[in-house]
């Protein structure tokens, strides 16, 4: 499960008004737009707001770019109107120099009034020390703001930079009555075009997408994020696990293979990964791929797409594969799980309690 940011030992002082939230909202879908667009870094975005009108908007747009607070300031007609506004930004500012200078020094010399920020960073280098040197610096500061918006927005990032390992997402198409495919594998297509759009996002988001064999042979996915046009947005990276890389030879460029049969493979494999800057894989299946990564305590979030179908059939695909549990108690709990409809679909997320972590 992906960490929660530490808790730092801060006076929040703020109250949670209905126009901070708005505010936020929108510093919310600055960074939306962004996702899946600036790894390693977090999707950022921010907003600047003078006598209850927002007079300037900024997001990180990529990796070594301008960081969202900075976006913002240069997007003012005069970077002096900055002087008494308020910064809404969803992700506390930096306070150390990287590939960009720390945020901090730019919002202290623009003279905002107040700073308002969705979370605290839980990058060790951060974690806390903006909100003190704002404060320090006389610069009111509010936190906590939409703040479990805000923390799932940059999941993905938290659990890449306190683990050193990628936020792992498991998205399934099933119908009503678990089954993923027929006995022959057919399976275009279960769910609709609005499901279809949202793994288009999900692609968008990940820095690396993951499949079982089956799942390439029956399909040849792409495994592109496209929008509704046909526009290629993004090419994540893209995995086959496989013990028979030969498979992807006439795939074109791109591919990659890996064996992942045991839980230290999975944990190799997320290990090399986070040191190659992926912050989000998203496994697409099949349903045999989905088990082992689920035995391997690998899977962070599952996102399942569930069709107003009955397929029945005992040998149609059920959409976890694997060995027979011997009891009901082998089944993984979930938690903080959220149903939405979606068309005549229904997405439902949910993030699993392994044994070690149900406390």
Not at 85 to 110: K, M
Not at 223 to 231: E, K, M, W, Y
Not at 326 to 353: F, H, K, N, Q, W
Request: glycine share 8%.
């Amino acid at each position: 499960m992906a960490a929660r940011p530490k808790r730092i030992n801060l006076e929040r002082n703020h109250v949670d008004s209905g126009n901070d939230r708005y505010f936020m909202s929108e510093a919310l879908r600055e960074a939306e737009l962004s996702a899946g667009y600036t790894s390693p870094n977090p999707a950022v975005g921010a907003v600047i707001v003078r006598d209850g009108r927002i007079i300037g908007r900024g997001r990180h747009k990529r990796c070594g770019g301008p960081h969202a607070e900075i976006e913002a300031i240069m997007s003012l007609p005069n970077e002096s109107d900055a002087a008494g506004a308020d910064l809404f930004v969803t992700l506390e500012p930096c306070s150390t120099a990287g590939r960009t200078p720390p945020c901090c020094d730019a919002i202290i010399r623009n003279r905002f009034r107040r700073v308002i920020a969705g979370c605290l960073d839980p990058n060790p280098k951060h974690a806390g020390r903006g909100i003190e040197i704002l404060r320090a610096a006389g610069i009111e500061v509010k936190t906590g703001i939409l703040e479990e918006e805000c923390r799932s927005h940059h999941e993905a990032f938290f659990k890449w930079i306190t683990t050193g390992r990628p936020f792992v997402a498991l998205k399934m198409a099933e119908t009503l009555d678990g089954k993923i495919a027929t006995a022959n594998g057919d399976s275009k297509w279960i769910s609709s075009d609005l499901a279809r759009e949202r793994v288009a996002h999900l692609r968008r988001l990940s820095d690396a997408v993951l499949a079982g064999a089956e799942t390439f042979r029956l399909d040849s996915p792409r495994f592109t994020s496209r929008a509704p046009d046909g526009t290629v947005l993004k090419t994540p990276r893209r995995f086959i696990a496989t013990h028979h890389p030969e498979i992807l030879s006439d795939a074109g460029e791109g591919w990659e293979s890996v064996a992942l049969d045991r839980a230290d493979d999975w944990q190799a494999f997320l290990a090399r990964l986070g040191r190659e800057n992926v912050t989000m894989l998203l496994i697409e299946g099949g349903g045999e791929l989905a088990a082992s990564a689920i035995r391997a305590q690998a899977v962070d979030k599952i996102e399942f797409h569930i069709a107003p179908k009955l397929l029945g059939g005992r040998g149609s695909r059920p959409v976890l594969g694997g060995p027979d549990p011997a009891a009901l108690s082998e089944a993984v709990r979930l938690d903080r799980m959220r149903v939405t409809p979606m068309g005549c679909d229904l997405r439902i997320e949910a993030y699993p309690l392994y044994p070690e972590s149900e406390s």
